[in-house]
């Protein structure tokens, strides 16, 4: 009896390497950009307090680095068309370190929010430049995975530099934080020139205007944008919602909330990679606002640890489900696109989030604000529901970057579009 040669079935093929040198070299600048910005972020409000400007000039001065955030993530897709990822990611990691020297040259009000119109604006590029450009470094079967693994490594700066840039600020005095803040930033440029420049695109080009009129690049944009309100409530409100003698408790629950946030993304992503993270977004949703409105019981430590944790898996759910989402759902040459609308919903819901639930506290007091917050975020409901499955166009075809010194204007045939591959 013969039997039949080719009666195996073949092996799968093996998953590629997450870990590559592009890719660690982006860690880089990650590092650099986030401590930079963290290091600075509630230092800054106060210096320009104690020049003498009162209240309003914490206010000013953080609103001045949001509105040049805001702005640049809409311009820098465009940038990177003219002048490539590398230089625009080196002028970032430029205009956040630079400036933060100046800031030491005078407490004057609006010198201090032109330093900050410059530094928003170099983290601008920074966060859409090298989003855009580190998931084209990703492979696209293991792509939840990795952008976890980059929130991880973009989320340590948050948890160590804000509180570190406080303490340093006391300790060593302003200028210090100021200088150490420019020399992470500025020596981070040196990872840049091993950076591809460019990446080999399929598809074509899909716009900012565009990309906010694709409804589904639009939904999990909203989804998010939805969630970030309550992150910007929680981080401005919980401090000041919660008893003056709770001090350790809100020291507790601002650590609770981005480490869970944290772990949830990184396990959001691997889940994301083996069923498709679309069917994360509506419960990344629902998390979010079950754990705002535990937030309203804010005299029980009980309750706001419970819900600030609570809160923080759904949001770190949030993130990666929706970043993966709308990667999926563009070729290679929209890319940027992505990166700049998904943090354009980060950086406009937390600081809307943040002025209307201020004036929204001031009539109702804190408990119903947050009760009211919570409700609201169920409107999201709709599109998240409508995003529970994939969409129903394949994923265009990937293409690997070019490497570094690649003429900008070579080109590839697209690959074949892969088993693992997510739409």
Known sequence: MTETLDSNPPAPAPRRPLLTRPLLLRFVSILGAST???LLLSVVPGYATAGGGGGGSAGLATGSLMLATVVGELATPSLVDRYGYRAVLAAGLGLLGAPALALALSQNLWWIAAVCLLRGLGFAFTVVAGGALTASLIPAER???GLAL???VSGVPSLVALPLGVWLAGYAGHTMVFTVGAVVALAAILSVPGLPDRIRSSGRAVGIVEGL???DLRRPAMVFAVTAVAAGIVVTFLPLAVPASDTGLVALALFVQPATATLARWLAGRLGDRHGPAGLVLPGLLLSAAGTLLMVVTSSPIAVIAGVGVFGIG??????ATLTLMYARVPTAGYGTVSALWNFAYDAGMGAGAVAFGWLAAGTGYPWAFALTGTAMLTAVIPAWRDRLPAARSQ??????????TDSAARADPAPARPGDHT
């Open 396 to 405: 265009a075809p990937e293409r690997t970057p070019l490497p570094a010194g």
């Open 143 to 145: 792509r939840g995975e």
């Open 315 to 320: 949001f770190g759910a949030a993130q990666n």
């Open 36 to 38: 930079s910005f963290y």
């Open 213 to 215: 009129r694709a409804a």
């Open 150 to 152: 980059v929130g991880i």
